[in-house]
């Protein structure tokens, strides 16, 4: 049997893992191992548990920066791996491919999730070593492949796009979910629910979100936003909410194990970040029938409805003004799906070949 090992900084909630679980989780005859660094959410290591994935935690980096090496180097010798795929930030892949090389398996995959706008040349020197250790260079999307890989390298077919596929059925809208969730919450059915999913990070922007539900509110009373996720901004997020008296009309679901009854009982979907490479989120949110409103740093290719309005995010007030253009029903917009290419049925095969060949 293939044996692979994913390497993730942590299985939390976020966006790398996810793609890695909805990958793995459809390659039965392939076994796979996990290893990450950071204390789990015992939610999202169940889903892990329950895909047959073996997970092992190693000690963290920061803290430990010899013992995270050499336990991440003793595992790839032992384990007689077939391949090591990688998805640190930041060029991390760097050293784990170089470990692996080290310890002797052949192939050995850099994946490549994040777009950053700054630092281009600091990404040029970075991007050596990632080359030199990594045989497959993969991305999420268009903007991480350059991001990650460079221009030329992506121009002349280096580069993987390995899209951050989903199961389409599992996001269908139910109305029974709708009313779960909203009663769950004490949202009324005539609540107009403007949602958002993610991590409290700085990039995703929650600060903008509150200022602008604040000024939504001022003209509409029956309007509730719903935040769902986790990190560590989210103390400072309910300080502020809390200053601005809005403490009513806002919810906190916290990290949740499954998403899709949150989707169904939202009525517009808001992702304002400043940057973003690859947004699982806008892919689940757009299968589910969900109106979006994205800022400019989205990239396009994740557009598979017409149901997806792109806004700056220095102006509020346009946000509010679209959010009135949307009404409260959801077929307001053409919520029908252009393309299949993030359709994890079709996606995951590009994978498993890659893991296949010799």
Not at 125 to 134: E, Q, V, Y
Not at 242 to 253: C, H, R, S, Y
Not at 280 to 296: F, K
Request: aromatic share 10%; glycine share 6%; charged share 20%.
């Amino acid at each position: 049997m293939i044996r692979v090992c994913q390497v993730l900084h942590g299985i939390v909630g976020g966006g790398s893992e996810q793609v890695v679980l909805n990958y793995c989780s459809r390659m039965r005859d392939i076994h796979f191992d996990v290893l990450y660094q950071y204390e789990p959410n015992p939610q999202i290591l169940e889903r892990f548990n329950e895909a047959g994935i073996n997970c092992i935690q190693i000690p963290d980096k920061v803290h430990h920066p010899l013992k995270h090496l050499w336990k991440m180097f003793s595992i790839f010798r032992k384990g007689h791996y077939d391949a090591v795929h990688s998805h640190l930030d930041w060029y991390m892949n760097s050293y784990v491919c170089f470990l692996a090389m080290l310890a002797g398996v052949k192939k050995r995959i850099a994946h490549h999730h994040q777009a950053y706008s700054k630092w281009c040349l600091l990404c040029s020197i970075m991007r050596i070593p990632c080359k030199l250790f990594a045989t497959h260079w993969l991305a999420c999307g268009e903007a991480a492949a350059i991001n990650g890989w460079g221009k030329m390298a992506v121009k002349r077919g280096k580069v993987t796009i390995l899209p951050n596929a989903i199961d389409p059925e599992r996001f269908k809208y139910n109305d029974g979910a709708r009313k779960e969730i909203r009663s769950r919450y004490g949202i009324k059915d005539d609540d107009f629910l403007i949602g958002h999913v993610g991590r409290f990070f700085p990039e995703k922007n929650h600060r903008f979100i509150i200022k602008m539900f604040g000024q939504y509110c001022q003209n509409h009373e029956n309007c509730r936003l719903l935040l769902v996720g986790n990190g560590p901004l989210l103390a400072e997020c309910q300080k502020m909410v809390a200053q601005n008296g809005l403490g009513e009309k806002i919810v906190f679901a916290g990290l949740q194990k499954d998403v899709v009854g949150f989707y169904c009982a939202m009525d517009v979907l808001l992702l304002p970040s400043t940057r973003e490479a690859f947004p699982m989120t806008l892919v689940e949110a757009q299968y589910n029938g969900l109106p979006c409103i994205v800022s400019n740093a989205v990239p396009k290719e994740v557009a598979i409805t017409d149901g997806v309005c792109p806004l700056p995010i220095d102006d509020a007030t346009l946000w509010c003004e679209k959010i009135d253009l949307l009404g409260a029903e959801r077929n307001l917009m053409n919520s029908e799906i252009k393309s299949n290419r993030f359709d994890i049925n079709q996606c995951y095969k590009t994978l498993e070949s890659l893991y296949q060949v010799p």
